[in-house]
Each structure stands twice: as C-alpha cells, then as structure tokens.
C-alpha cells in the first residue's frame, strides 16, 4: 500500500472510532456531511472538488486526502483535481501551494494504485 492510501486508511479507521464515541453529534455531522454532497444543482463529483478546494486552503491534510479520494472515485479526472488545486491557490495563495502539491502528489498516487 502507498503512504497516501495507508493514510486515507487511517483516516478512516478514526472516523468510525469517533462517530462511535459521539454518538448523536458523529451521526448528526454523517447526515449533514452526506445530505450536504448527494447530486443536486452540483454533481456529487463537483461538491467533492469544492471541499477539496477548501480543504487546500484550510491546509487540513486529512481532509484532503478524504476528498481526493471521494472526487476520484465520482470521477473526477486528473485536469479536473489541477484546476481545482489551482482555484485554491489563487483564494489561498501560498499555502495553498504547498498544500496543492500534497493533493498532486496524493492524486498521482491514487491514480497510479487503481485497479
């Protein structure tokens, strides 16, 4: 397994450890979280890649990866995620660009581990 891979793993391990031990609110935020990206206006692909957007900006590494992976899994291609880092950057400017090299680098290796 990619470190990428093993760190959206691990991510996710804690999530089910969280909601677990918090009980209404974890099940309170998985219901807005996943009310919040079904299909609507905006495609469920193109919600992911707004939180992506913002999870660069906000440099939240987990959030990153969670999003990356979910916008992948939508459908997102490779020049959609570049333009999406680029959007950060210019909200963000450079720590957007720090964090949109973990996003390249994260995608890179998401993209090259699927099957």
Do not use: W
Request: glycine share 8%.
């Amino acid at each position: 397994m990619s470190e990428y891979s093993d760190k959206f793993q691990q991510i996710n391990s804690n999530y089910q450890k969280l909601t677990a031990a918090s009980g209404d609110t974890g099940k309170d935020f998985l219901t807005m979280h996943a009310a919040a990206l079904k299909d609507g206006a905006l495609s469920h692909k193109q919600k992911e890649l707004m939180c992506l957007c913002v999870a660069i900006s906000i440099r939240c590494e987990g959030c990153i990866l969670d999003h990356l992976h979910h916008a992948i899994a939508a459908g997102a291609t490779k020049e959609e995620v570049v333009e999406t880092i680029n959007t950060a950057i210019l909200m963000s400017g450079g720590p957007a660009y720090v964090y949109g090299g973990t996003a390249i680098d994260a995608m890179e290796d998401i993209f090259a581990n699927q099957s």
